[in-house]
Each structure stands twice: as structure tokens, then as C-alpha cells.
């Protein structure tokens, strides 16, 4: 005897699609990962991937929850953006539900500020208030192809900007003189190598982003850097300058809560902590905490 | 009866190739441009579009001189680099000579430097030898795919510092998010985007080049910025940021010199002037006039 239809949420990003199926309890009993980023559906086909993902939770109707690029304009459903400063109860507010058979969807608004710059995400946001409790103030890091760093007071975000610090590594890879002298085999990751470029960007010697990155080539060509350190080095000087960016704009004084990928976390804690900024590792699922919180507010 | 064979220069660089006729009294009397820039010709075809473009100079012997990045290893013969600081003389002393049947070509070094980080450039010194008389001092800004600021002194090339302006705004614009939004349609230069861009560089709450660029984007999805200004909305931020580079360098202190492409100094004038940065033009063909004072060496 079920006390209702299973709770999913699905967690749908530009690259990356994670479902979580709940139990009676709010336990998670079941999780599926796949490669079915937004980017790799074709328009008008999010529900056929819905069914080929996770198809075996739905028979029978569910409650599904999404969140992420899937409510953006390439998305399936475009939801408005709530605005600074945003609560939990905002995004509740705000989320656009649609029925498809027996499934009840409910869209997840993402979040804007107009100033002091305009900014936007869509994600990002429950996982911030998956990782504070409700009255906490603090400041979140989420890195990846779009880092957000977030400003949390009394549980709301205030305020919060992104740098295309992962974007732009790819792209410099790939597509920039940059990647040419990058020998094709995987490389193991370099800790100096990263650790330089992280120092390059913090030095009052820095010409600032635009002008170091020349160095990953110009080093190559005198001899003062390997190669095979390039990507790494790159990192580290990339990295390095949102750590400066956002120490400009005085988002560093406290320590700050690293949200995501545990590997690209702790590369981005050992970056904080050679500029002098302590952090600290949010628990892992910050979404599906996000969500369950979600669901106690109704 | 000429006074010997004919005097000829290219500037080759990666994009484009540029070559010059000298008369017997050192006046231009032929010029030839094309879009063969090195990256255009397969390796070992050098030789071939040489006389493809001005073969028509060359017959019955000339004296060919080449600058630019025809003398890298990707190019038709890899000069060493001469150190800074470094001087027209030193040009001169580190040229490569070749004799292909009766063409003597003389191929230049590039310039390096070593400290405070590594750095090099192949085609800009010749230019930049061009543009400043005998004892000069100065800074001298080459905007480009790798813009470069490079100090004088005395006449003496004595530091200088890349910058990927010109190549970033190019990955950004045809292979990340900021440029789908871009519409297909050509537009005009709109120069109140461009300005807003460089004054978003300049301000006190610039989060540096990663956070800001991503407002191209936001602004447009919040109404804040037209999707047809988001390419000099970019370009404005890209230069403001590298004048911003160059300015915490310190290399802004007096006024500097453009030298290159009309429009593109005309844009980096702008962008200077609204940093509080006064600047001049060099009169065209700073390499030709380059060229002509090695010569004058001899």
C-alpha cells in the first residue's frame, strides 16, 4: 500500500542528467546517472529520453521534479527566473507544472539578479540551499563550465556571479594555439604545474588573465615549461583568477563552501587554500538535499 | 643598369602576407597582399607561393628578406630568437640566410625574453623598430590575435608582454555559449556597446575577464543587452581588460603607440582614451620602414 505516486527528481543539465527515486521515507533507493545532457536531445525529445532514462520508475505516474538546464529556453520547459534575493519557498513558487499522462511535472524556476551585473542560473540554486541551513549566511562555490559563487544571508541568496572559468579552459583547449602543443596522450594531473599557474595568477606581476595564458606557449617555446603541463598550468592560471576576480569583489573574507564534483572541488580547495582562502566540502547530492527541503516546506 | 638585384620584404605572418618592391632610391615601387598567411600553406610549400604571389619580381634574381611567422618553427625556416633587450643591430646579426637559385633570402630572428615571464614575438619588432626613432623611449601596443605592448628604451626593444585579446574574442565568439546568441547577419560596429564593455573592464566591481564576459550572455537573456552588440559588447570588455592588464603592469604611464591595422588602433585609441590613456598612431608600414632603417645599418 503506497502512501502515493513515487517521488523522482531529475537533476538535467547542459551535459549531465541525474535522477533520484525516493522511498516512503525520503530515503533515496534508487539513482541513475547518464551522459543525456540537454545539449545531446533534439528539441521536442526530452520526454522520449524521460522514458529511455528512467522509464521502469514512471509506469503507473509519478511526481517528478526537474531542475537545471532542462528549464531554460533549450530546455523542455522554460520557467521564469526568480530574482535576488531568491528562497527556497520563491522556487516553490515559481515552479511551472505540466501533467503528461499520468506523470505530474514540476519545473524549478532558476534564479536572475539584475544588478550590480545581470546574472543567471538554473541548478545551481537548490544545491545552495541544499548545503546552508535556513538561517545561514555564507559563501557558496559551484565549480564547473559555469563556476557561480553565491552569496547566502539568513538563507537567501542575495546576490552571486558566474565565471566561464571551465568554458573557457575547454575552448583554449580545443580551439586556441594553446591546445596545439598539447601532446594528444592523457597526461596524469600535475600538481606543480597547476599550482604555478595558480601563483601566476595571484602575483602583482599578474598582466591578468588575457595576457598569462600566453605563457602556457611562450614557456613551451623557451624551454621553461613542459609540454605535457600545459593543460594543467592553464587550469591553475584559470582557476586562479575567479579566486582573484572574486577576491576583488570581496567574496573571500570568510571561508567559502565548495558544492559539486568532489575532484573539481578539491582542486578548486587547494587553489583557495594557496591564496590564503580556507573552504570546506558541502556533503555529496547537495541537489537531492535541496529538494527533500523542498518538499518539507509544502 | 640597376644597381643590383632587386630589393624585396615580406611580411609573413599567420594570416596574411604582405610584400614589398623597393626601387633603387628606397621608395616602394610595388605592393602585393594576399590571405596567404602561413597557416594557409602546406608545410613545405613556402618556396611555391613565394612565386605563386610575386614571382614576377623575383625572375633573374632578388633579394628577399622575411619577417614574421615565416621564421617559426611552423613557418619556412626557424630563426633562434634574439634576447631582450634587443636592438636593430641584433636583428641583423641573427637573421638566417638562404640562397634558393638566384633568390638570396634572409630570414629574421624573433625576440624572447626570459623574465619576468617567458614571452616571444616574430614580426612585431621589426615594426615596432620601424615606428620609434634611433634613441627613443616608449610603449608600443601591436593590437592583434596576440596583441603585444612592448617597451623601448633608448631604441632597444628592453621588455614586452602578449596578450590573447584578439584570439579569445575569436574562440569565444565561434565556439561558446556566447556566441550562439549572436545573430548570422553582419552588423555594424556599435559604439556604445563597445564602450559600455571597456568601461565594465575599468570599474571597481569588474569580477576580471572570466566573471565579466559571462554578462554578454546574461544581460541578453535578462533584456539588459541586445543579442546584435553581444560581439562588441566582448570586444570592448576583451581590450578594456587588456588595457587593464597593462596598466596594473605599469605600462601605461605615459602615452603609448599604436601600431597596425587603421581600424583596430582606431578601436584600441577609444578604448585607451576612456581608460584615461592618451595614444598615437604610427605612421603605416612601420615593418617597410623597418626594413629600410636594417638596411641603412648595413
Known sequence: ????????????????????????????????????????????????????????????????????????????????????????????????????????????????????????????????????????????????????????????????????????????TAHSILGRLIPQAEMPFNPQAFAEGVAMAARAGSAGVLGDIFSARSGVLLGALSAEHIRDRLSGLLIGHEIAGATSLGWTSGDVMLIGDPALCARYGTALDASGITSRVAPPDAAVEGFRRLDALK
Chains 1, 2 share one sequence.
Do not use: C
Open 1 to 172: 500500500v503506497s502512501a502515493g505516486p513515487p517521488r523522482i527528481i531529475v537533476d538535467w543539465g547542459t551535459s549531465s542528467f541525474r535522477a533520484y527515486r525516493f522511498g516512503e521515507s525520503g530515503e533515496i533507493v534508487e539513482t541513475h546517472r547518464a551522459a543525456a545532457g540537454i545539449l545531446s536531445v533534439a528539441s521536442g525529445g526530452f520526454a522520449e529520453v524521460l522514458q529511455r532514462e528512467i522509464g521502469g520508475w514512471l509506469a503507473g505516474g509519478a511526481e517528478v521534479s526537474l531542475s537545471g538546464m532542462i528549464t531554460s529556453r533549450n530546455g523542455w520547459v522554460e520557467t521564469p527566473y526568480v530574482s535576488t534575493p531568491a528562497t527556497l519557498a520563491d522556487l516553490r513558487d515559481g515552479a511551472v507544472r505540466r501533467q503528461e499522462g499520468d506523470l505530474s511535472l514540476s519545473f524549478l524556476p532558476g534564479v536572475s539578479q539584475a544588478a550590480p551585473v545581470p546574472d543567471v542560473m538554473r541548478g545551481e540554486e537548490i544545491q545552495v540551499f541544499g548545503s546552508f541551513a535556513r538561517d545561514a549566511d555564507g559563501i557558496a562555490v559551484l565549480p564547473g563550465t559555469h563556476s557561480k559563487w553565491v552569496r547566502v544571508e539568513r538563507g537567501r541568496i542575495t546576490g552571486f556571479r558566474s565565471f566561464m572559468t571551465g568554458e573557457v579552459f575547454a575552448v583554449l
